[in-house]
Every structure is written in structure tokens, then in C-alpha cells.
């Protein structure tokens, strides 16, 4: 299958600060790429996603001035929280997906954020 | 509101029976159709997808599919306990992109 990176792989950060997440499709060129939060033991839930040059779209509830996403090319996305708070700290995901497929989504191995 | 729907489980087999895990959808344009598996601290992987009705077996794995049912399942052959892990089936509609998530199914193989 296809590989996705990101980086970092852990972060602990101060309230207030903000946390930038890296997600590299290594390769294949993904035309789209999803950010997902996913507290302990519960399901996925998607936050936005993201076309190569485009605005992302986010989904309701999430908050696009404090979840900065850029795609700037077609191996490349970020995720900026900023002004992290305590209940920002959560497991963040990225997948990407390519219109050359079915959209079957590869994940990268997640950042785990934390905030103190 | 489409909807994709997992019994959470947890589902527990012996070592070697089958396991199977199954997600039924609501929307009837769905046309792609993916199996992931999650371990637990970790992030999903892609394991299976499936388009056509019918079964797609990969190795130990076989996927099924009733469009008319609305149904699809994930049979896991031989289970080992390496295969304890929730498995997550998501669903893409057409003229979308974004796929819908089950919650889920946890799986647990005991020796």
C-alpha cells in the first residue's frame, strides 16, 4: 500500500502555543488529504479536508481559525493548532487519498499531542 | 444523513476459527466500500476494499459485499491473536469523496 508520513510523532507543548503537523504522501501524488482527532477509545472523528491548492473544508464544530490547514502541493499538508489548550491534547491523524483510485485513504501513523 | 453502522463488540473467537465482523449502510449510491484495522495507540491501515458485489478474498481476508442488502462483511480466516484490534468499515458514496466511518468493531482472538 502506499506510504504516509508525518511528523512529529509526539509533541508536548505550554497553553497558549502553537503546533505545527507535518503529512507527506511519500509515494503517490494525493489529490485529497483528511485531518482526523481521536480521543481515547473513541471512534475517528474527521475534521476537515483538504484539496491540493484549495481551501480546506471544515466540518461543523471545528474551528478553522484554530485548526490551520494548508495543501500546498500534492505531497504535502499541515495541520497548525493554535493557541493550544489542555483539551486540545488529543491524537491527531492524517490520511491521504488520490482521484486516481477509489479514494481508498492510507493513514499516516498519527501525532500525539499534548498540552500542558 | 448517511449512516454506516458496526456492532462495537467486542467479538472474541479462539485461535484459528473465523471471525466475522460485519457494517450495514444506509445510503444506496454507497459504491466503494473499506476495511481498516486499528491497533490500539495506533492509527487505522487499510486491509481491504471492495466495489463489486460478491467476495474479494486476500489472503486470509475476504471481503463481501450485497449492495441489495446493504451490507458488507470482513471474514478473517485462521484468526491469530495478532488480528485483536477493532476493525473500522467505511463507506464512500458516489459523487463524494469523503467517506463515513463506523464506530468500529473489537476484536479479540484468544489463544
Known amino acids: 500500500g502506499a506510504v504516509v508520513s508525518q511528523h512529529p510523532s509526539r509533541v508536548i507543548c505550554k497553553s497558549g502555543t502553537s503546533v505545527k503537523i507535518e503529512c507527506r504522501s511519500l509515494?503517490?501524488?494525493?489529490?485529497?488529504m483528511f485531518w482526523y482527532r481521536q480521543f481515547p477509545k473513541k471512534s475517528l472523528m474527521l475534521m476537515a479536508t483538504s484539496n491540493e491548492g484549495s481551501k480546506a473544508t471544515y466540518e461543523q464544530g471545528v474551528e478553522k481559525d484554530k485548526f490551520l490547514i494548508n495543501h500546498a502541493s500534492l505531497t504535502l499538508s499541515t495541520l497548525t493548532v493554535t493557541s493550544a489548550h489542555p483539551e486540545d491534547s488529543s491524537f491527531y491523524i492524517c490520511?491521504?487519498?488520490?482521484?486516481?483510485?477509489?479514494?481508498?485513504?492510507?493513514f499516516g501513523p498519527g501525532t500525539r499531542l499534548t498540552v500542558t | 444523513q448517511k449512516e454506516v453502522e458496526q456492532n462495537s463488540g467486542p467479538l472474541s473467537v479462539p485461535e484459528g476459527a473465523i471471525a466475522s465482523l460485519n457494517c450495514t449502510y444506509s445510503d444506496r449510491g454507497s459504491q466503494s466500500f473499506f476495511w481498516y484495522r486499528q491497533y490500539s495507540g495506533k492509527s487505522p491501515e487499510l486491509i481491504m476494499f471492495i466495489y463489486s458485489n460478491g467476495d474479494k478474498e486476500d489472503g486470509r481476508f475476504t471481503a463481501q459485499l450485497n449492495k441489495a442488502s446493504q451490507y458488507v462483511s470482513l471474514l478473517i480466516r485462521d484468526s491469530q491473536p495478532s488480528d485483536s484490534a477493532t476493525y473500522l468499515c467505511?463507506?464512500?458514496?458516489?459523487?463524494?469523496?469523503?467517506?463515513?466511518f463506523g464506530r468500529g468493531t473489537s476484536l479479540i482472538v484468544h489463544p
Open positions: 467505511a463507506v464512500v458514496s458516489g459523487g463524494s469523496y469523503i467517506p463515513t
Open positions: 490520511s491521504a487519498a488520490s482521484d486516481a483510485s477509489h479514494y481508498e485513504q492510507y
Open positions: 509515494d503517490f501524488q494525493a489529490t485529497t
